[in-house]
């Protein structure tokens, strides 16, 4: 069964403490993304990662860290110094590069983060 | 700016009916359009994607139309059925190494 998975499917977080969230894809798919999504608005682009071991910052980097140490996985890092985190956090990932100029992006289930 | 303008915000039809989502962009350069479907709670899902030489396309119930020209997009559903209520996104790719424009959405709603 291809495709993109997160985890968990809801996370909730004190104020303090740096939480991970988890991305994994069996789809070969060099690039993987991370967005935040807000009532209203459409999805900012926080990290990406065009290859292993590379990533960039998106347009809304500040409080967040990843990694990208494996093909599949790109985990994502909310840590305490981001100041409104409570958001629905989706990863995606596409072909990459100039393999594909459609560059679909394939998205995951989503992680639903809660501030208490 | 690279903007991308989705009207309305939301909409209410019944069950049947027919609707149309508008798109309005302000992306240079300009490779190509995707429509996503987003249920709620769940990532979004393309429906359609549009490079600048193509007016329409469509996707079984769905039809989208491109305006290179003006930079309009619309999506028109057919015959609504219950499952269309979700919200619609519009995407658009400058090109380039893959970062994209998103709609902030319209929230469909299919009433019985």
């Known amino acids: 069964d291809g495709g993109i998975t997160q985890s968990p499917k809801y996370l909730f977080r004190k104020e303090g403490q740096n939480v991970t969230l988890s991305c994994e894809q069996n789809?070969?798919?060099?690039?993987m993304y991370w967005y935040r999504q807000d009532p209203g608005q459409g999805l900012r682009l926080i990290y990406y990662?065009?290859?292993?071991?590379?990533?960039q910052k998106g347009d809304i980097a500040e409080g967040y860290s990843v990694s990208r140490e494996k093909k599949e996985s790109f985990p994502l890092t909310v840590t305490s110094a981001q100041k409104n985190p409570t958001a629905f956090y989706l990863c995606?990932?596409?072909?990459?590069?100039?393999?594909?100029?459609?560059?679909?992006?394939?998205f995951g289930p989503g992680t639903r983060l809660t501030v208490l | 700016k690279n903007q991308v303008e989705q009207s309305p915000q939301s909409l209410i039809i019944l069950e049947g009916k027919n609707c149309t989502l508008q798109c309005n962009y302000t992306v240079s350069p300009f490779s190509n359009l995707r429509w996503y479907k987003q249920d709620t709670g769940r990532g979004p899902v393309s429906l359609t994607i549009m490079t600048f030489s193509e007016n329409t396309k469509s996707n079984g119930r769905y039809t989208a139309t491109l305006d290179a020209d003006t930079k309009q997009s619309s999506l028109h559903i057919t015959a609504s059925q219950l499952s269309d209520s979700a919200s619609y996104i519009c995407?658009?790719?400058?090109?380039?190494?893959?970062?994209?424009?998103f709609g902030a959405g319209t929230r469909l709603a299919v009433h019985p």
């Open positions: 995606a990932s596409s072909i990459g590069g100039k393999r594909s100029s459609y560059n679909e992006q394939f």
């Open positions: 789809l070969n798919h060099d690039a």
């Open positions: 995407v658009v790719n400058p090109g380039g190494y893959n970062k994209l424009i």
């Open positions: 990662s065009q290859i292993v071991n590379d990533f």
